[in-house]
């Protein structure tokens, strides 16, 4: 057989058929006469390569309704057409697909949805660099040209992007592939808009927006960035109306002074009692203006006193709309100056800033000025400096959409892990304000609104063939496009059909976990909860997990452009997917922040290759056996017994790792498993019975180990899935993948204490016998040592000896087990558990050179202990000194008298003359 190892069960129909083996492994193999080889070096990239093509092939990824099946649904968050897999995508998809594939082998019908977003504004960002190369703008080019173009662009970049997606081994159903424009989405989106507005959720006013002067549009509140930055604050005096002083106010922006409006102050403000109700004069264009009282007004703020600017800045706005203060506005969209005459008009609003400095200098009206640090909101696309500014845009009320939403995360309908997430999200959700969603962009979902000249407004997805109020029918589009989250909002529905009540949708919604990442809890997460309340009157999944946000290792923002990024890309093609993903979940503690390193995805690729040299060894062994598939009952040998124990403890711990999502605590006890329990500890002893003489310790050896490492490929499978499935297909096993083999679930019956008990002891014993020979310097020599018990341990402990002299590398002859009053010649002795285990040190020599060894040793320390002791018997440090530097001090006095005593027995066990041996005992040797 060509295909499959021999030593694939055929009795218990787990050998494999021929197309099992087929998928595409030829050529990446040695000899295949004598069964799956296993390469001697790993090799990810290509394993990894052919099995993805034969799991796509085979349809694995597909998911489609299915009644008799659970199903189990994760929607990945839709990366941005605008660029490359980073690694914070790597580890939110290999999160995902670790969900994913795990519940697929737990018999959930899982689909992982993707798909990708048109990403409004990013893209305009984007466009626009590359037109400004050919000294282009969107608007030379006209919307329809642009749009042709974008398209273009994004059909290169999208299929870069799902390209990226698959080198991370990604589960997803890609024949659902979804782009947030394609035509039933977008469907979707009017739909959307339609509904809610009818509802009187949407509506269209003039208020004071977030406006990009460099992208031409406005944005929401999320979508500014407040950076901390140097400014300067000016004292400014605007003289009284009738000659007196006036009142000297404070500002950032002198620019904005020649569209004030009025000064205020608080109306609990001594110093200004007087004024308010008075004139002054704006300075630069003289106009009179009265001082009003508010209490929004910060005392502490300056001098106390403030300018008012409704038409630049939002709590001017707010107060000037309580004071019926008229609006004036100072600059055009683009930022540049549209009053205070030829001076002034064109300029640049920076430009102006320094004019209008230079001009209250020259009127002898800076009073001074002083550095400030001040939050400036910038554009979080292109970085500009954001205008507040008053503009008729579209508004989704959202106070009464995000009652219900508030609801479900408060009852646990929607739960947020890590736990502290929920307040995060219930303290905004608290503070909603309404949403501004229309954009003055054309990349997107152009608003379904149609608009008459009459004034009326009629809203629809085709063009309305006359207008219901007047009859007229020259009807225009809205010019505006929705705001990208507006879209993104919809899409656990919009992927399934939705409005439709399709198949789909009414199987897979509500969907089970989103993964994502702090920064677009608002953006995203909350207005998904909030749409799908309201459309579907049902929560879009119940379990949010926040991943952390991967930092360098100095702990630094991954940036390409500061230089302190990773290429996900890269790091695959040097150690694979399989390390790559694993490296990440393992760091993916319940912290805010993750940093990290090329070197642990190097640490992890020498963890494959542990596990690739643990698999061909057990292929050495059951190659050419018959070895069953199915679960062995009934193990006998100490080795076997505990193993099976120790798996079904890893199982569960990695599964309840699983279920609480704390993968970084499933990695964990993973490797920990493998490496050590595994392999350091039972594949060295299960060598010894498989080669023993009797046939069936080694028999059943064969059968747990084939056993206990494909279960393990199954456990570590959702992690690392191609290493797993090679391996797992050179082992006995039953079907024909490990991606649909059942997750491993071991009962508690398969506990055994009494295995763990006697597995104990051999770690004790075998721990103390290297630590002596270590202590000897005789760590790799061969030496005689003995085992002294009580009589009636001495049968049992016996059995343990073929295996304790395989791990210490002694040979069993020279390893016999004793009596307790029994004692060596020239041996060091160290006590374990109810016994004690001795080393012979009989060549005169080396116990000379032992014995200098402990000595130096010894006045070493005694020195040290003197000092300790001294200072402890000091009153005045012991008073003085900090409480833990005592209690250390005291720890370290208390560890060196144990080492005193250890290194003076060693001292007396070495000694001359020997002690005069019991009559029978065999081992002793007397000089
Ligand atoms: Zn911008
Ligand atoms: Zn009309």
Known sequence: MADGPKTAGGREGGRRSRADGAGGREGARGSREDGAELPKTYDPAATEERWYRTWDARGYFRAVPDPSRRPYTIMMPLPNVTGELHMGHALNNGVQD?????????????????????????????????????????????????????????????????????????????????????????????????????????????????WCPKDQTSISDLEVEYVEEQSTLY??????????????????????????????????????????????????VNRPVPVIADRRVERGFGTGAVKITPGHDLLDYE???????????????????????PRYEGLDRMEARQAAVDDLRSAGLLVREEPYTTNIGRCDRCKTTIEPYISDQWF??????????????????????????????????????????????????????????????????????SCPKCGGTELTR????????????????????????????????????????????????????????????????????????????????????????????????RYGADSLRFALL???????DLRFSEKMVEDTRNFANKIWNAARLARLHLEGHDVPAGRPRGARTLPNRWILDRFARAASDVTAALEAYEFHTACHRLYEFI??????????????????????????????????????????????????????????????????????????????????????????????????????GLATQPVDASLHV????????????PYLAHLVRLDPDRLPVRGLDEHGAFGISSPYGRGRIEIHVEAPELRAKARERFEKQLTLLERDLAGVTRRLEDPAFVQKAPAEVVAADRARAQGLVERRGTLRRYLADLAPPSRPAPPGSGGVRPR
């Not at 905004?428 to 407004?457: F, T, V």
């Not at 084939?706 to 391996?727: K, N, S």
């Open 675 to 776: 490496w050590s329990e595994f392999c350091d500890w039972y594949l060295e002893m299960a060598k010894v019975d498989l080669e023993r003489a009797a046939e069936q310790p080694a028999a059943e050896t064969r059968h747990v180990l084939g056993w206990v490492l494909g279960q393990t490929m199954a456990l570590l499978h959702p992690v690392m899935p191609a290493i797993t499935e090679e391996i797992w297909q050179a082992l006995p096993h039953e079907g024909e993948t490990v991606m649909r083999a059942p997750w491993p679930e071991p009962p508690d019956a398969w506990r055994d204490a009494a295995a763990e008990t006697a597995m104990a002891e051999v770690m004790e014993i075998a721990g103390a016998v290297r630590g002596i020979r270590a202590e000897l």
């Open 98 to 210: 670790c969900l994913i594939r795990w519940s697929r082998m737990r018999g959930h019908n899982a689909l992982y949805q993707p798909g990708m977003d048109h990403a409004g504004i990013a893209v305009h960002v984007v466009m626009d660099r590359r037109l400004a190369k050919e000294g282009l703008t969107r608007f030379s080019l006209g919307r329809e040209r642009f749009l042709e173009e974008t398209w273009k662009w994004r059909e290169e970049i999208g299929q870069a992007i799902l390209g990226q997606m698959r080198r991370l081994l990604l589960s997803c159903d890609w024949k659902r592939t979804i782009f947030t424009m394609d035509p039933g989405y977008s469907r979707a989106v009017a739909e959307c808009f339609i509904r809610l507005y009818n509802k009187g959720f949407i509506y269209k006013g003039k208020r004071m927006i977030n």
């Open 235 to 284: 004292y400014v005096r605007y003289p009284g109306a009738g000659g007196d002083d006036g009142v000297v106010i404070a500002t950032q922006r002198p620019e904005t002074i020649l569209a004030d409006v009025a000064v205020a102050v608080h109306p609990g403000d001594e110093r200004y009692k007087k004024l308010v109700g008075t004139q002054v004069v704006v300075p630069i």
């Open 319 to 341: 107060i000037g709309v309580d004071h019926k203060l008229p609006v004036l506005i100072a600059f055009d969209p683009h930022g540049r100056m549209t009053m205070g005459g």
């Open 790 to 801: 009580a009589d009636g341990d001495r049968e049992r402990v016996d059995r343990l000896r």
């Open 478 to 573: 809205d010019p505006d496009v929705l705001d990208t989250w507006f879209s993104s909002a919809l899409w656990p529905m919009a992927t399934l059909g939705w409005p439709d009540e399709t198949a789909d949708l009414k199987y897979f919604y509500p969907t089970n976990t989103l993964a994502t990442a702090r920064d677009i809890i608002f953006l995203w997460v909350a207005r998904m909860i909030m749409f799908g309340l309201e459309l579907r009157h049902e929560i879009p999944f119940t379990d949010v997990y926040i991943n952390p946000t991967v930092l360098n290792i100095e702990g630094r923002r991954m940036s390409k452009s500061l230089g302190t990024g990773m290429d996900p890309l890269l790091l695959i093609d």
């Open 396 to 465: 989704c009320r959202m106070k009464a959409l995000a009652a219900p939403a508030i609801g479900a995360v408060r009852d646990g309908r929607v739960r947020f892990h890590p736990g502290r997430w929920t307040k995060f999200f219930l303290d905004w959700m608290d503070q909603i304000r309404d949403w501004n969603i229309s954009r003055q962009l054309w990349w997107g979902h152009q608003i379904p609104m149609w608009h008459c000249e009459c004034g009326e407004m009629i809203a629809g997805i085709e063009r309305p063939k």
């Open 586 to 592: 393992n760091r993916c503690t319940g912290e805010q």
